[in-house]
């Protein structure tokens, strides 16, 4: 046994006395067995000894940590570990199991959970609930076909069990797609419950199920509100077509949820309107501008942009033009101006395209940028503006406007691939991936140099992308990054995202590179300690305050214990004072909304990434989630739902929940201002 190995045995045998007077204590010995796996899983580094060890522990919640670190790190060594603590003799370790199987991926642990599930002995139903999750998220056909078979009562399970199986299966059934058993979901929707009924629709919903979309139609008229919110939502064109539903009898269901009494009702039903492209719903979604809630505008305004008619272009420059109408109004009708009416919309684009408000321009050039073959001088007189944002916004914008085999983007931004500016290199680079010729190496490379020790990754993830795809369509690459003017880029980088990108996407320069883990967090085994001690180990979570200007308050309860390195990241930014004066950049309306960007863009960030902590909470009520670009790369924006958004469990961390009135949030628009957050 190695010098670690035989500290870690003696401190669980000093452990093994009074577990729960400890635990309130916040005994040292407990802080010491918590540290390394916290520290394990921020490095993303599989350490067998360590959990080994550690899933012995006397305290359920070292053997709870262990459990999330193995799912949270995603090494399939893990499995063995896991399978074993499927019998763990407290039923929230059995339930942090199960939870991380399914974060794991390893098809192999399907049987086992079968197994288990059958099994006679006591299993709490988190723990089956859980399960059910778990063997959804694993997706093979054994998988599938248990889950059928509980939800059919085909298969011998307890009446208890099968009840504590049904609700997870129901609702997340929609993950297993084009195999969904559509047919076994089906009759929850005439359940006495309106819980399973609701995960009914939306599981049938979410996967455009067309034996579900006679029972969706009837669902828009039920009289409870959350019914008919999911009902509507689903009622797109492709649903429609797929079930070959009236479309008369669903014109007539949207256009009821145009007047329903709430707003997300109002709101998925104008959503859906549009995936028709009719422009006989215009008329009526064109009243809904100077509807009493402003998200509903915004939505209405949204979907014309989607019902070629006049009427429609009409309706939106008046919403535009209308004095005192909210930033949000003006910019979605903006958008969809600029779909149906570009004599309408150019005049309006150019003055905000000449706007001292960044927010103006850059929505102006998304808007130029949905417009086939827009006039380049429009993007070329933004490529001069002073602020790199904007200049990289009109790279973007161009080459989505731009004709097939239009060359003028391509010279634009080769011109700024070696920018200082770190976001215009991005863009430069970005804009070039699709059509990158050899000749294109070089600066590439140079570009790639420029962001070697810049904190922010976008940069250099932008060209590592370019260079890939010019190294697909051309093999030359590889062998001229081996020649000593240019084998500096096959020297491992210090950004681990970077390094993943490799592993995922170019096994050749990934194999030069090395692992993407275990990462390099800059934190010691004190950093860890104390994040353990005054947040995992914490009596009561904090709490933050949002103060928005005009709305009231919000109260967030940050949830430590479940996400305590995420909880950590934001209160220093909170302490920093990083929040105050931002806006929320991104409201849709009925879904999220999202801040943490100072720049007011989407595109800022604090300069560093963290590691995802998927937990086992769900989008269900309005709760705080990590915004990310992919994959552990959770910076300072963050989001709060504002409604069920069950396809976002499990891909997006959540460390806190809105307590006390929604009301606040839910009359925040884009644009809106955060006046300060303070714990």
């Known amino acids: 046994m190695t010098i670690r ?109 079968i197994r288990r599930l059958k099994s006679t002995d006591s299993l709490s139903n988190g723990a089956v609930a859980e399960a059910a999750t778990a063997l959804i998220r694993l997706g093979t056909p054994t998988a599938r076909n248990f889950v059928e078979s509980v939800l059919k009562s085909s298969i011998e399970l307890s009446r208890t069990r099968r009840q504590a199986f049904i609700p997870n299966a129901v609702l997340d059934a929609w993950r297993f797609g084009a195999n969904m058993p559509a047919d076994a979901i089906l009759p929850f929707v005439s359940d006495t419950s309106n819980d399973l009924r609701w995960r009914a629709l939306y599981s049938l919903g979410r996967a455009r199920a067309p034996v579900g979309g006679k029972v969706i139609l009837r669902a828009a008229t039920e009289p409870q509100p959350i019914l008919r919110e999911a009902a509507v939502k689903a009622l797109v064109r492709r649903m429609a077509d797929s079930a070959a539903l009236p479309l008369a009898s669903v014109r007539g269901a949207l256009l009821r949820g145009f007047d329903d009494e709430r707003p997300g009702v109002r709101i998925n039903a104008l959503g859906a309107a549009a995936s028709f492209a009719d422009s006989s719903y215009a008329a009526r979604t064109a009243s809904l501008l100077g509807d009493p809630d402003q998200n509903v505008r915004v939505a209405a305004a949204t979907a014309l942009g989607e019902m070629k008619s006049p009427a429609s272009a009409i309706a939106l420059a008046a919403a535009f033009d209308k004095k005192g109408a909210s930033w949000a109004l003006r910019r ?120 070697a020790s810049e904190g922010d990754p976008n940069a250099r993830l932008a060209v590592f992308r370019t260079l890939r795809e010019l190294a697909r369509r051309n093999p030359e690459v590889m062998t001229r990054l081996e020649e000593p003017t240019r084998r500096s880029f096959l020297s491992r980088p210090g950004d681990a995202l970077v390094r993943r990108e490799a592993e995922l996407n170019w096994p050749a320069v990934a194999a030069q590179w090395g692992p993407a883990s275990p990462l390099e967090t800059g934190r010691s085994l004190e950093d860890y300690r104390g994040i353990v001690r005054t947040l995992m180990l914490a009596k009561v979570n904090p709490h933050v305050t949002i103060e928005l200007d005009g709305y009231g308050t919000i109260d967030i309860e940050l949830l430590a214990h479940d996400s ?104 925040i628009v884009q644009g809106d201002l955060i006046r300060t957050i303070h714990r």
Not at 388 to 399: F, I, N, P
Not at 419 to 438: D, I
Not at 567 to 580: G, I, Q
Request: glycine share 8%; hydrophobic share 45%.
């Open 5 to 113: 190995g035989a500290v870690i045995v003696m401190l669980v045998a000093v452990l093994c006395a009074s577990p729960s007077a400890r635990l309130a204590a916040q005994d040292p010995a407990l802080v010491e067995a918590l540290a390394p796996l916290l520290r394990a899983q921020d490095r993303k580094a599989f350490d067998q000894e360590l959990f080994e060890t550690a899933s012995l522990h006397p305290e359920a919640v070292v053997r709870r940590s262990v459990a999330l670190a193995i799912g949270r790190i995603g090494d399939r060594q893990g499995s063995a570990i896991l399978l074993r603590m499927l019998d763990d003799r407290d039923s929230t370790v059995v339930i942090e199991v199960m939870f991380a199987l399914g974060l794991l991926r390893d098809t192999t642990t399907v049987d086992p959970i």
């Open 332 to 451: 979605a009708s903006l958008a969809a101006l600029a779909r149906l009416d570009t004599a309408a919309f150019a005049p309006r684009a150019a003055g905000w395209l000449g706007s001292p408000d960044l927010r103006d321009r850059l929505s102006a050039l998304a808007a130029w940028g949905s417009i086939n073959s827009a006039d380049p001088a429009v993007f070329r007189t933004a490529l001069t503006d002073p602020d790199a944002t904007v200049q990289s916004a009109a790279l973007a914008a161009w080459q989505s406007a731009a004709p097939r085999g239009d060359s003028s983007v391509a010279s634009a931004a080769r011109a700024r691939l070696t920018s200082t500016s770190a976001e215009l290199r991005a863009g430069a680079a970005e804009a070039l991936r699709a059509t990158a010729t050899l000749a294109d190496l070089d600066p590439l490379l140079a570009a790639w140099r420029l962001s």
């Open 564 to 667: 305590p390195l995420t909880v950590a990241n934001f209160l220093r930014l909170v302490d920093r004072h990083y929040f105050d004066g931002i806006r929320w950049h991104r409201v849709v309306p009925n879904f999220v909304v999202q801040t943490g960007d100072p720049s007011g863009t989407g595109n800022g960030g604090p300069g560093w990434v963290i590691r995802d902590e998927i937990n086992r909470r769900r989008y269900d009520v309005p709760v705080v989630g990590m915004a990310l670009s992919g994959p552990d790369t959770g910076g300072s924006q963050w989001f709060i739902n504002l409604s069920a958004q069950p396809h976002l469990d499990g891909g997006y961390t959540i460390f806190g929940q809105v307590s006390g009135s929604y009301a606040p949030l839910y009359r």
